[in-house]
């Protein structure tokens, strides 16, 4: 067997009010100023006071940047890393989404760095850790918070890019459940059917190892048992601290075997259309997994076997089509919209979706079914309905 190997976050911490935990990280990395990360949606729901409460009581200094777009471009992170630089900090706390966690992961590397996030770009392989870093998700869905890859938008070929380098892996990791709590529930959706994206592409990803099945398996147990109760019910705190850690697996198994042509033909989308990630994953999901069933069969009814082990007497093929079933049916319960003409996409961007998508080539590769550029196009136009 090839050799294989997995790469954490070295510390981690879950459970309803482990914010608290935050005090003893910052004793143990003898931090003195504090560079918290948040954006403007966040700070307006009151998280934000949990966290400084815990910097208060630890009397360490800290500064606030929280001057972020969801889904930020490389221009925007250049612009907060500048602001950051100003401030002489010794330790990155995140709190936010996927969005928040990306920025501050590139801060991460930045702070003071001999190259900008434009170098980066080109080449992530000289990116090295400046400072460590504590990430605290509000969201259930991108496991940026264990994950080596920071996603920003390139607005001149509006499209989105991976920026990956093991340097990014976080430091600390706090899963408190309470973050979630009043999630707005199209949120608790987008970002739940991401984290399930994560899981279900990593486990049928070309790069998938016993390692990262390890985690893409147990990630998808919690996310196909719980997406639809953390959904329903916002004050299902148990579903929702499942629905945590289950993202918190999807990220590492990103990281060990990497996400598909999901992920891959989604970029565009939020690129050019600004479809917040974990919809247009959603609008994709089940289409790419039908067209990928043939290649990933096994893969898809192992999984069904995992979530639901009711099924064990149904033949490979249908434990796999339950699984792409399942996919849709959640994404449908969950009420996320999938008419792309309501986002101004239109049939005559065809052409600019399948070029746009096929150069997502980092994550194609790891698509077992390889696509064509007439696949992509049916792909797109499936959705284009
Ligand atoms: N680095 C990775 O491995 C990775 C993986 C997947 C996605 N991503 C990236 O992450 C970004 C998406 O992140 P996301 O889906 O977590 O959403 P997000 O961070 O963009 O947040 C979406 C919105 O939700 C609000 N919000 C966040 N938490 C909240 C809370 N608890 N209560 C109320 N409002 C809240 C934010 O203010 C924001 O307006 C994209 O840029 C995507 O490309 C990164
Ligand atoms: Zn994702």
């Given amino acids: ?59 360490v200094a800290y500064r606030v940047f929280d001057d972020l777009k969801a889904e930020p471009a490389y221009t925007d992170v250049e612009r907060v890393v500048a602001q950051a630089e100003a401030f002489a900090g010794d330790l990155i706390v995140a709190l936010g989404g996927g969005s928040v966690m990306d920025a501050a992961k590139l801060t991460a590397v930045l702070y003071h760095a001999p190259y900008t996030i434009r170098d980066l770009l080109e080449n992530p392989a000289q990116a090295c850790r400046q400072m460590k870093s504590v990430m605290i998700p509000t969201t259930c869905g991108t496991g940026a918070e264990a994950t080596c890859n920071a996603i920003v938008a390139i607005p001149e070929e509006q499209s989105k890019k991976g920026i990956v380098n093991d340097n990014m892996i976080p430091d600390y990791v706090i899963l408190d459940a309470q973050m979630i709590r009043r999630l707005p529930k199209a949120i608790v959706a987008a970002t739940g059917v991401d984290a399930l994206a994560h899981v279900v592409e990593c486990f049928t990803s070309k790069k998938a190892t016993p390692l990262s099945d390890t985690y893409a398996k147990a990630g998808a147990e919690l996310i196909f048992g719980n997406i639809r109760r953390a959904y329903e019910d916002p004050d299902d705190m148990e579903a929702k601290s499942w629905m945590l850690l289950g993202a918190y697996y999807g990220g590492v198994a990103i990281t060990a075997s990497g996400t598909t042509a999901v992920h891959a033909l989604s970029y565009p989308l939020g690129g050019r259309y600004h479809i917040a990630h974990g919809v247009s994953n959603a609008i994709l999901f089940a289409h790419v997994m039908e067209f990928n069933m043939e290649a990933c069969q096994e893969q898809l009814a192992r999984l069904s076997d995992a979530v639901n082990p009711g099924i064990a007497r149904k033949s490979t093929q249908e434990k796999a089509k339950y699984l792409i ?61």
Avoid at 28 to 49: C, H, M, N, W, Y
Wanted: charged letters at 30%; one cysteine or more.
């Fill in 325 to 385: 079933d399942e996919i849709a049916d959640i994404v449908r319960v969950t009420e996320i919209p999938t008419d792309l003409v309501r986002f101004g996409v239109k049939r005559e961007d065809l052409d600019f979706l399948v070029d746009a998508g096929s150069r997502q080539t980092r994550l194609l590769v790891n698509n077992r079914r390889e696509l064509s550029l007439t696949d992509i196009r049916s792909i797109y136009e499936k959705v284009l309905r």
């Fill in 1 to 59: 067997m090839a050799v294989y190997q997995i790469k954490i976050p070295s510390c981690m911490y879950a459970g309803e009010g482990s914010i608290e935990k935050i005090c003893e990280i910052i004793a143990r990395e003898q931090a003195k100023s504090i560079l918290v990360f948040t954006d403007p949606g966040i700070r307006a729901t009151g998280l934000l006071k949990l966290l400084t409460e815990q910097l208060d009581a630890a009397g």
